[in-house]
């Protein structure tokens, strides 16, 4: 078995038929990528959390047990992020999700 958690659980929606929304990705007509604009708070205080987490802590990076799929904290200029792994080019690239604001890059 995995011992990888490999999708975050997932959210409930708000009640109401209309709801405060931002679109950040469409990689097509049924999977659509949105944050809620009430959450835009929570969201950076989750990034500056996890920025003192992993600026403080000294974790070795397990590059042998990356594989697609996994959920996993990057470091992208400067600033820590929840990445999901799309695919992996070699040792050093992968094109990841960042599953917080919607958005795929290497």
Same mark, same amino acid.
């Given at each position: 078995? +995995?011992? =990888?958690?490999?999708?975050?659980?997932?959210?409930?929606?708000?009640? %109401?038929?209309?709801?405060?929304?931002?679109? *950040?990705?469409?990689?097509?007509?049924?999977?659509?990528? =949105? @944050?809620? +604009?009430? +959450?835009?708070?929570? #969201?950076?205080?989750?990034?500056?959390?996890?920025?003192? =987490?992993?600026?403080?802590?000294?974790?070795? #990076?397990?590059?042998?047990?990356? *594989?697609?799929?996994?959920? *996993? *904290?990057?470091?992208?200029? %400067? %600033? =820590?992020?929840?990445?999901?792994? #799309?695919?992996?080019?070699?040792?050093?690239?992968?094109?990841?999700?960042? #599953?917080?604001? %919607?958005?795929? +890059? @290497?």
């Amino acid at each position: 078995s +995995n011992q =990888f958690q490999t999708s975050l659980p997932p959210l409930p929606f708000p009640r %109401g038929s209309n709801w405060d929304i931002s679109v *950040c990705l469409v990689t097509a007509s049924n999977q659509i990528y =949105f @944050q809620f +604009n009430d +959450n835009m708070e929570r #969201l950076e205080e989750l990034v500056t959390s996890m920025d003192d =987490f992993y600026t403080s802590a000294s974790l070795p #990076l397990a590059r042998s047990e990356m *594989c697609p799929e996994l959920v *996993c *904290c990057a470091n992208v200029e %400067g %600033g =820590f992020y929840r990445v999901k792994i #799309l695919d992996i080019e070699d040792e050093a690239i992968c094109s990841c999700l960042f #599953l917080d604001i %919607g958005l795929e +890059n @290497q």
